[in-house]
């Protein structure tokens, strides 16, 4: 429950300082401020999120390890959820017959604070279980945060 606490505490006040921005004239020294991001930690951002969708839709543990920092918690389908269960989740997504046959990400926007980034987009995919085709669209929010050099996914909401 701490976790859920301190993730959602995170996400606000980020959400709350990105949409506030505009409204003060200067923001207090110990905001961190607002960067954007070059082409090439862009392009490393969008692949590590291209990454983590597919390690989960492929039970791939060890991706899901590296790139799932042991605090992270999902927002999905009006519940939360902690690391334990998402990785049970993508088992079970697995085990199901499940796979994912196609995934494109749309309108993305990312706001940076440098090692922090929020990364908004609309997302589509096509899954096949066992023959039976679905497909599920929605929008995300996701938290990367830069570690050791690599962007890891420590939140996400999806609707």
Same mark, same amino acid.
């Given at each position: 429950?701490?976790?859920? /606490? !301190? =993730?959602?505490? /995170?996400i606000g006040g980020m959400i709350g300082a990105s949409s506030t921005s +505009? !409204? +003060?004239a200067q923001a207090p020294k110990s905001v961190a401020s607002r960067i954007t991001l070059d082409s090439a930690a862009t392009a490393e951002l969008l692949r590590a999120r291209e990454r983590i969708w597919r390690a989960w839709f492929a039970n791939d543990s060890v991706e899901l390890a590296r790139l799932l920092p042991p605090a992270t918690v999902a927002a999905e389908g009006g519940g939360w959820e902690d690391r334990a269960a998402i990785v049970a989740g993508s088992r079970g997504f697995a085990a199901s017959g499940g796979k994912l046959v196609r995934i494109q990400f749309f309108d993305t926007d990312i706001v940076s604070y440098g090692?922090?980034? !929020?990364v908004h987009s609309r997302f589509e &995919?096509? &899954?096949?279980?066992? #023959?039976?085709r679905t497909t599920r669209s929605g929008l995300a929010t996701e938290l990367f945060v830069r570690q050791e #050099? =690599?962007? !890891?996914?420590?939140?996400?909401h999806l609707q």
């Open positions: 429950m701490r976790k859920t /606490i !301190v =993730a959602a505490a /995170i +505009h !409204v +003060h090692s922090v980034a !929020v &995919l096509d &899954l096949d279980n066992r #023959g039976q #050099g =690599a962007w !890891v996914n420590p939140f996400w």
